[in-house]
């Protein structure tokens, strides 16, 4: 910890040796994000994390500094990307859509329906169907994070190691949010398991699957869709 003359923290000097840790952030959760979404931008939110980090810690709370800060960092970051919005309108009401007709197929067929089962459904080509999956996934940017987004960002206290997706299955949703996993198709399950455990890139997970990041980006959505009327039926 750097201290001035008179003893105080040097929040100057803080916040250049924490500046790095902005960066690894960015640069971590930039690979996970649509290709639009520019570094820069996560940098600049991580930065006014690392200043509110700075304006707020306790150096007598026993909490080291720098778990502090990553929390909010982070948080920022999350909080910047949340506030821009990113589908057309066009393109969210096609996505209510989707949940609405994706809810009907599984009631009606008592699993998870097939690609063509829900493109049908919307009256649309398989084509036109898998467009839509990716144009809904752009807008998606954290989307599991998105659908519990009452259990929250992990709390400043939260164990560093923690990936987001087990953040997120300590909520009071975990055992409805675990089933709906559970009852994914096998390949969906998978890529969830990638992307939230494994914390894969689109591209690593492509190449796990042996398809195309466009098609993952296509699974995610659909996955998302899914998961999200199954978490509407447990309400």
């Known amino acids: 910890m750097t201290y001035t003359a008179q003893g105080k923290i040097s929040q100057e000097a803080l916040l250049e040796e924490y500046l790095p840790a902005v960066r690894r952030q960015a640069l971590s959760l930039q690979v996970r ?62 996505a209510r859509e989707l949940d609405g007709v994706m809810h009907q197929l599984a009631q009606e067929l008592g699993r998870p329906p097939q690609e063509r089962e829900v493109a049908q459904a919307l009256g649309i080509s398989l084509q036109d169907y898998q467009q839509l999956l990716g144009d809904i996934n752009n807008g998606f940017l954290l989307p599991y994070e998105e659908v519990v987004v009452e259990d929250g960002e992990p709390e400043d206290s939260a164990p560093q190691s923690r990936t987001p997706f087990g953040a997120l299955l300590e909520g009071e949703r975990r055992q409805q949010l675990t089933e709906a996993i559970d009852a994914l198709p096998e390949r969906e399950k998978l890529l969830m ?43």
Not at 52 to 64: K, M, Q, S, V, Y
Not at 203 to 209: F, P, Q, S
Not at 215 to 231: D, E, F, G, K, N
């Open 33 to 94: 994000l649509p290709a639009g979404v520019d570094l820069d931008d996560l940098i600049q939110a991580g930065t006014l994390g690392l200043l509110d980090a700075l304006g707020r810690f306790d150096p007598n709370a026993g909490t080291a500094f720098l778990p502090f800060a990553n929390a909010r960092i982070r948080g920022a970051m999350i909080d910047e990307l949340r506030s821009r919005d990113w589908l057309p309108r066009s393109v969210r009401r096609r």
């Open 193 to 235: 398991g990638l992307y939230y455990q494994e914390e894969l890139n689109l591209k690593e997970i492509g190449a796990v699957l042996g398809v195309s990041e466009s098609r993952v980006c296509q699974l995610h959505s659909q996955a998302i869709s899914r998961l999200r009327t199954r978490l509407v039926d447990g309400d």
